[in-house]
């Protein structure tokens, strides 16, 4: 896996993390601008995803198995938008918890992913 994209998709991970964490603190809901934040890391994790595919299709494996690279792309592909919808059900300072709780979970999918990629291989 490329280490920029790599670093790219954890950072504004953790960043949308942290914003969404502080709304969450200060009693705020999601609002336009979080969505925005989400469509920002989820393109990311979206370039990520083509940029895998890519690797993959010119003979690059990962240590730990192909499939389970690509499972965890996908899941960490989903986690944002997930977050984000079960926070438009959610109207209250929880919503902005949940998006928090989506941005962490999609930081620890990405150390998961540079793991079964294999470490110095990408």
Do not use: K
């Not at 999601?30 to 890391?41: C, E, K, L, Q, S």
């Not at 370039?47 to 003979?59: A, C, D, E, F, K």
């Not at 198995?65 to 300072?93: K, Q």
């Amino acid at each position: 896996m490329l280490d920029a994209v790599f670093i790219t998709v954890s950072v504004t991970a953790l960043l949308l993390a942290a914003w969404c964490g502080f709304a969450a603190y200060r009693d705020e809901p999601t609002n336009d601008w979080h969505f925005i934040g989400m469509a920002v890391v989820t393109v990311a994790a979206l370039v990520q995803l083509v940029v895998s595919i890519v690797r993959l299709t010119q003979g690059d494996r990962p240590e730990q198995g192909t499939v389970v690279y690509v499972a965890y792309l996908v899941g960490a592909l989903c986690a944002i938008p997930a977050a984000g919808f079960m926070s438009l059900a959610e109207r209250t300072r929880w919503g902005s918890a949940i998006v928090a709780a989506g941005g962490l979970i999609l930081a620890v999918l990405e150390l998961r992913l540079n793991d079964i990629w294999g470490a110095g291989h990408g």
